[in-house]
């Protein structure tokens, strides 16, 4: 498999771009040297990159394209919309018919509804209402959680603090998921002082039994409010997201990635006495919650809406837990043929299945991992993680699984031999890093 043009771009690409990508997960540091550089189109779950290569993919966008690529539907819904206009001086009636689209499919008729177009500016509205309603400056984040949003009061808790002043820093403090004493703990050290707890409701690791319900009362009794991020899970785990399965409420829930199927919306769903700080019928001082020029553009919003539809009317869900178990069962399966059952695996919930790789001394090891990706590349699949996707089909699947037993024969050769022996180049690196 020759990248002859993606070696050509790649160069172009990092003198016009910092970083190469306009997103840090897309970058090159995070894929094998030998792999695509650019993707040139997709249908289904099939992409094609900047050489003519195919390739099936997971994960695909960051898993917002939980549909696949180019999803008639969906697309055509956005290109009648556009050819009406995409963006006005005054509220598109779109935008009403929007919202209400998206809180009868959660379930949440009375709540209140804000779109924009990613989901860290939706997450961080969250965090600016929370402060503003309870007057209170400190955010609490779940530790164990990997991201939340690109803004200060969250990457300043992360390696890659560069440029958020100490100060900023200062104001968000953590606890640990399924650790209600670590809650306790943060409360009493910080009394009457945090005005939200901000966490996803399951990643690789499900809720504790009492985990959610103790989080909830502890926030009621202590005027916390709750910031839930269904930026991943929502549409995956259920239409109406991961807090409806695990039976949790927050105040404010974030929504994006599946919501349009790849396009750029994201929406904040929240409780209407918060979210009105941000409106016009508020006696309360106001808040500038969410206001950009694209925030609601029309095309966007036809294609959420479309995106709805097909969630409603075809068992999407289903099928994402179901192939996302085929796959899972082909991958154990393999690693066991193989004898790496200790070293190589899947986590997660079958709808978003990452996959761990260990070292010989069974430590996670990123040269394994950037190994594993090399392999599979080579064999026709580009799987930064395996999350699935409506169009993965059985024989996907089966080709899958087949790719995986072939990368799987080269891991078993350099747990014994050494990584260095089969990896070409260097190895992938974390996102959040200080240095290159």
């Known amino acids: 498999m020759l990248f002859d043009e993606s070696n050509r771009l790649r160069p172009l690409a990092h003198a016009a771009i910092p970083g190469g990508a306009h997103t840090y997960a897309k970058g090159d540091d995070q894929f094998p040297e030998e792999a695509p550089g650019f993707i040139v189109r997709g249908s289904g779950c099939h992409v094609w990159d900047a050489d003519g290569n195919e390739f099936i993919e997971y994960g695909m966008g960051l898993r917002s394209v939980t549909l696949g690529h180019g999803y008639a539907s969906v697309v055509e819904a956005a290109a009648r919309q556009m050819a009406d206009g995409l963006n006005f001086s005054r509220p598109a009636t779109i935008e009403l018919a929007a919202a209400e689209r998206l809180r009868a499919a959660l379930g949440v008729p009375d709540r209140m509804v804000k779109f924009a177009k990613n989901g860290s500016d939706v997450t961080s509205a969250a965090v600016k209402l929370a402060r503003a309603f309870t007057g209170r400056d400190l955010v609490a984040i779940c530790a164990d959680h990997p991201f939340f949003s690109t803004d200060d009061w969250f990457i300043g808790t992360t390696g890659m603090p560069g440029g958020i002043p100490g100060a900023i820093r200062d104001l968000t403090v953590r606890y640990r998921y399924n650790d209600l004493a670590s809650v306790e703990a943060l409360i009493a050290e910080h009394p009457g002082k945090i005005a939200c707890f901000v966490q996803e409701v399951e990643t690789t690791e499900p809720p504790a039994p ?17 910031i839930i991020d269904e930026i991943i899970t929502g549409f ?10 695990h039976g949790v409420q927050a105040d404010l829930t974030s929504y994006g990635k599946a919501l ?45 809406m479309a ?20 796959l899972a069962e082909g991958v154990t399966a393999a690693a066991a043929a193989h ?21 010989a001394d069974g430590e996670r090891s990123q040269p394994f991992r950037t190994l594993f990706l090399q392999e599979l590349i080579r064999r026709g699949v580009i799987a930064p993680s395996f999350v699935v ?5 059985d024989a ?3 080709r899958t ?24 180049g260097r190895a992938v690196k974390p996102v959040f890093r200080p240095y290159v």
Not at 408 to 420: C, N, T
């Open 260 to 304: 349009g199927n790849g396009f750029a919306v994201a929406a904040l769903v929240g409780r209407a006495d918060i979210m009105a700080l941000g409106g016009l019928q508020t006696d309360q001082e106001r808040v500038f919650l969410l206001s950009t020029t694209y925030g609601a553009d029309t095309h966007t919003l036809a294609a959420t």
């Open 210 to 226: 009492g985990f959610l319900a103790g989080l909830r009362a502890l926030c009621d009794r202590h005027g916390i409010v709750l």
């Open 401 to 424: 699984v087949e790719a995986v037993d072939g990368a799987l024969a080269v891991y078993a050769k350099a747990l014994s031999d050494g990584v260095e022996a089969y990896l070409v």
């Open 339 to 359: 004898g790496v059952q200790d070293f190589v695996g899947v986590a997660g919930r079958d709808s978003n299945l990452i996959y761990v790789t260990k070292d």
């Open 236 to 245: 995956r785990w259920h239409l109406r997201g991961a807090s409806h399965v």
């Open 307 to 326: 995106v709805l539809d097909v969630y409603e009317r075809e068992p999407v869900i289903e099928h994402l837990h179901r192939q996302g178990r085929r």
């Open 396 to 398: 996907d699947i089966d």
């Open 389 to 393: 996707s409506y169009s993965h089909t």
